[in-house]
């Protein structure tokens, strides 16, 4: 199966940018994602990338996509204290494949310090 | 437009117990897909349902079970239930490709 490594935690000052680092095994994976998960709450999509891109820019969220190193990151511009929370990075395997499920990494906690 | 409703928002069961988690998936979508996310994890796949039937399922032991209606909403129950069952529950709907998942805010299960 699908092996998704993230690194637990990351610090970062307020008004900072944040980087979140995710790495995944199978090169196949087509679909790759972000979620943000506040105490207590389910899991909200932040942004997502298709396998065809290398990186993709939504307001503040910057994604890279290396394929090679299979290598996953999560630029966070201007980081509030809105920020903290759990960010999973999660993978897909291709459409044709019979393979649906989400395969996620365990999370990293960002906290942001005033 | 609802998003994906989960039902109960708690739960506490005692060991050797079944428990049943509901699920009505976000409007537009027919395929629902149960997750566990045990405390400090990330989510694990638990199944899949599509067209009312199990189309894909995880590493789980049969005591996990599922159900879809026709209205597309979906059931899991838990059977013999242990302490290491003990978990936030979510699930997903999505329109059936591989892509486009929505997840509710889950089921908080706790086994004494």
């Known amino acids: 199966g699908e092996d998704v490594e993230q690194s637990l935690f990351l610090s970062v000052r307020e008004g900072d940018s944040s980087v979140i680092n995710c790495t995944y095994t199978?090169?196949?994976?087509?679909?790759l994602y972000w979620y943000k998960q506040e105490p207590g709450a389910g899991l909200q999509l932040l942004t997502y990338?298709?396998?065809?891109?290398d990186m993709k820019q939504d307001q503040r969220l910057t994604v890279l996509l290396n394929k090679k190193d299979k290598h996953l990151s999560l630029r966070i511009a201007d980081t509030q204290t809105g920020d903290s929370a759990i960010y999973f990075c999660?993978?897909?395997?291709?459409?044709?494949?019979?393979?649906?499920?989400?395969?996620f990494g365990a999370g990293t906690t960002v906290t942001v310090r005033a | 437009d609802a998003g994906v409703t989960q039902s109960p928002t708690h739960l506490i069961k005692t060991r050797g117990q079944q428990v049943t988690l509901r699920c009505s998936p976000k409007?537009?979508?027919?395929?629902v897909s149960w997750y566990q996310q045990a405390l400090g994890q990330g989510p694990q796949f638990i199944f899949q349902?599509?067209?009312?039937?199990?189309?894909q399922r995880g590493n789980f032991p049969d005591r996990f079970s599922g159900h879809q209606f026709p209205n597309y909403s979906s059931e899991l129950n838990v059977n013999a239930l242990l302490l290491g069952d003990s978990a936030l529950y979510l699930c997903?709907?999505?329109?059936?490709?591989?892509?486009?998942?929505?997840f509710g805010s889950g089921t908080r299960l706790t086994v004494v």
């Open positions: 990338i298709f396998s065809n891109m």
């Open positions: 409007s537009g979508h027919d395929t």
């Open positions: 199978d090169s196949s994976s087509t679909y």
């Open positions: 997903a709907s999505s329109t059936g490709d591989h892509w486009g998942y929505t």
């Open positions: 349902y599509y067209e009312e039937e199990e189309r």
């Open positions: 999660a993978v897909i395997p291709p459409n044709r494949s019979n393979d649906y499920k989400l395969s």
